[in-house]
């Protein structure tokens, strides 16, 4: 009999927001909405530490795009308004 530790023995995991894939959080990366004047701004928690909401997101530039059409960090994050994701961008490449 055999039996698959890898698969019993894993990371927490979590969906990217984009593709709706399930993957280890240690391979997506945390989103945070942060309030800067009457903008908000969408900033990539490197570290997790960051409190509030988090959406997940793979590094990858696709992904972002799916979750922009789908209007998936305005849900995820529960905003009220839209979401500048210039940052998030120069970061996903
Ligand atoms: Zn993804």
Redesign the pocket.
């Known amino acids: 009999m055999v039996i698959d530790l890898s698969t019993t023995h894993r990371a927490p995991v979590r969906t990217?927001v984009?593709?709706r894939?399930r993957e280890s959080r240690v391979d997506l990366l945390r989103v945070v909405a942060v309030e800067e004047g009457d903008r908000l701004v969408a900033v990539p928690d490197v570290r997790s530490r960051l409190p509030g909401r988090g959406a997940w997101?793979?590094r990858?530039p696709g992904?972002l795009d799916l979750a922009e059409r789908r209007l998936a960090f305005t849900r995820a994050l529960r905003l009220r308004g839209p979401l500048d994701l210039a940052l998030l961008r120069r970061v996903i490449t």
Request: aromatic content about 0%; some cysteine; glycine content about 12%.
């Open positions: 990217c984009g593709c894939r997101l793979h990858c992904c």
